[in-house]
């Protein structure tokens, strides 16, 4: 019988990444300078509460996952649509007395961090399902490129448009720009609640048996996933390209400062990586079906790690002038072409990874591992820059905390994807 991946609205559920990101990146960029300007903290207080947020959203992903597994992942992405509503709610609410209340903030931002945690897997559930039923049309057919490739492209021109959006707004003060995006989410969860009626939802034209297990409600999937050592294994390795692509925020800034250029590099550093990710996403995606899942890892997680080892070991004059930023923006070109290989391939490996237990638990693990190594890498990684600039280390053992684990992950990934898909084959 023909499978059909209709019932999963494909355009729909790429024009939802979009949809999320607009509305997340036309708020979130300026919780900072609230924080700063209406709230008068120090820069370590901002840091603070932001990481709180990033933390909320990322370590939380497993809970959001499994959720979903049990729930189902229309409810879930519904109810994660509600609460980034209420978080940005709360957001405004915090700025309308005449005496702006943290209390209040710090709370919109955890619920902002936790409707992420909420819609985010069921999201990647409802996409790897689609995914699946199109593998299976196209087994003697040259593969097409990943839905996740699609995603990340999606995802980006949200990431683009988002910040013009709330620019525009922000004359009428953040409370307008907040209040925009909760309006926002809240269109958008009646969008898909209209949308996305026949998820889940057996069809003798719609998804087959192994898709259809994908969106089921399973027993037992986290138990199962905490007991996949081969899994377990991935996501450990795996987190070090999070870790790695968190850098964006923490490294380049600091390497920039260091080197003396002005900050207004890091907007044409980040209109650079958005170019590249429209650009390059799918001829990259298109070169890794080929070459496969386990080469596709390998060299992108070198890719990364080279990134990092300009960093390291080049001195920027062999750029030519000590202040240009062409060495910083060679190592953000590898490090997003890094990012762009395994991101997408390791979303994809999910659902086979999982096999015929529900897949938001290992979507959620496989995100909560990355947002530990994030708090944990970025605390380590400060602290022996601090080092380094007080001449008690050699200058490049910073950058080690990211390149070791990369190199890790390009060896031994590798083969945990190999030697799964062998098991498969044999079993």
């Known amino acids: 019988m023909k499978t059909s991946t209709s019932r999963f609205e494909v355009p729909v559920l790429l024009g939802t990444q979009t949809l999320f990101n607009i509305g997340f990146y036309a708020v979130v960029p300026f919780l900072a300078v609230v924080l700063a300007n209406d709230f008068l903290l120090a820069s370590t207080a901002v840091g603070l509460i932001l990481g709180i947020r990033t933390f909320a959203q990322q370590g939380l992903f497993l809970a959001g996952g499994t959720l ?6 229309r409810t879930m992405i519904l109810i994660g649509c509600a609460v980034r509503a209420a ?21 919109g931002t955890l619920l902002t961090g936790f409707g992420g945690a909420l819609f985010s897997p069921g999201l990647s559930i409802l996409v790897a399902a689609a995914q699946t039923a199109r593998d299976q049309r196209q087994r003697q057919e040259v593969r097409k490129t990943s839905l996740f490739a699609w995603l990340s492209i999606t995802g980006e021109i949200g990431a683009v448009t988002g910040p013009l959006v709330g620019s525009a707004l922000w004359g009428w003060g953040f409370s307008t720009v907040a209040g925009f995006g909760a309006a926002f989410f809240v269109a958008i969860g009646i969008f898909l609640a209209i949308t996305l009626r026949g998820e889940g939802h057996a069809s003798s034209t719609g998804p087959s048996d192994k898709a259809k297990s994908i969106v089921s409600k399973p027993r037992g999937s986290l138990r199962h ?3 996949d050592r081969a899994f377990l294994a991935f996501c450990g390795l795996h987190a070090s390209d999070l870790l790695a692509y968190n850098q964006l925020y923490l490294a380049i800034p600091l390497e920039l400062d260091r080197q003396g250029l002005d900050t207004q590099w890091l907007g044409f550093i980040f209109a650079w990586i958005s170019i590249l990710t429209l650009g390059l996403q799918l001829p990259v995606a298109w ?41 910083i923006l060679c190592a953000v070109t590898l490090l997003t072409l890094g990012h762009m290989s395994v991101h997408p391939t ?14 938001g638990s290992y979507f959620g693990l496989l995100s909560s591992c990355g947002g530990l190594a994030v708090l944990m890498g970025n ?25 070791v684990p990369l190199a890790l992950a390009s060896w031994l990934g590798s083969r945990v994807v190999q030697r799964r898909a062998l098991d498969q084959y044999r079993a």
Do not use: H
Request: aromatic share 12%.
């Open 68 to 73: 979903a597994d049990l729930f189902g992942a």
């Open 87 to 107: 978080g940005f709610l709360t957001l405004a609410a915090s700025l309308w007395a005449s005496t702006p209340m943290l209390w209040l903030f710090v709370l």
């Open 225 to 227: 996933c905490m007991k």
């Open 287 to 327: 070169v890794g079906a080929r070459i496969g899942a386990a080469s596709t890892l390998r060299a992108g997680y070198l890719l990364s790690a080279a990134g990092f080892c300009v960093l390291a070991f080049v001195p920027a004059s062999v750029f030519g002038d000590g202040t240009s930023p062409a060495r």
């Open 346 to 359: 390791a979303l994809g490996l999910v659902p086979k990874f999982a096999g015929r237990n529900a897949s």
């Open 379 to 403: 605390v380590l990684f400060g602290w022996l820059l601090a080092q380094a600039e007080a001449s008690t280390i050699v200058p490049f053992l910073p950058w080690m905390v990211l390149i």
